[in-house]
């Protein structure tokens, strides 16, 4: 196994946004069946090791690759570009704005325990995110704009986040 391949190359896939998850998954089981540790027990202790570290990147790889963030930030790196560089905070003032009326929203389902104003919110953001990662997919495999990718990938980065805190705001209301 080859430790100096790229996450796509290490599965056999192209290095595209746009993934076959179902090809991932057959590979990444594969894999993990051919480098588990427990496979090179029996050996030397330098063959563990070595199984050790296939295995610990095989785990990264697959888990970079099914995230669609991370997805994006990875394909990115690849183009050399860090898309969550901390001083790179540009964002549509759109967005900016969508994204002060979706906290307030947030706050407002909280303070008048609406578990159906949770619900609503929830479905918007999932549309959205969906939205996003379509038009990221198109940005990188298409378009090669990895400029506009890059915004596209904090923005779907800050969308898990929201989506992630309207779960803990469920589970206020629901203790």
């Keep these: 196994m080859d430790l100096t391949r790229n996450h796509f190359e290490l599965f056999g896939l192209p290095a595209a946004y746009a993934l076959d998850r179902d090809r ?11 480098v588990h540790p427990d496979r090179f027990a ?20 697959y888990q970079t690759l099914r995230h669609p963030v991370n997805r994006g930030v990875y394909l990115l790196s690849l183009q050399g570009i860090d ?7 540009r964002m549509a003032p759109a967005f900016l704005m ?26 918007d953001l999932r549309a959205t995110h969906r939205r996003i990662e379509a038009q990221l997919g198109d940005l990188i ?16 980065r800050f969308m898990d986040k929201l989506i992630a805190e309207v779960g803990d ?6 203790s």
């Excluded at 969508?98 to 479905?123: C, F, H, N, P, Y």
């Design 141 to 156: 495999d298409r378009a090669h704009d990895f400029e506009a990718a890059t915004e596209a990938v904090r923005q779907l």
């Design 83 to 89: 898309a969550l560089h901390a001083g790179n905070t």
């Design 98 to 123: 969508q994204q002060m009326e979706w906290r307030e929203a947030i706050d407002e389902a909280r303070a008048g325990k609406s578990v159906a104003a949770l619900d609503a919110l929830t479905d």
């Design 42 to 61: 029996a050996k030397p202790e330098s063959e563990q090791r070595v199984a050790m570290q296939w295995a610990t990147q095989v785990n990264e790889a």
């Design 24 to 34: 991932l998954d057959t590979a990444y089981r594969e894999l993990q069946a051919a």
């Design 169 to 174: 705001v469920y589970e206020e209301l629901e």
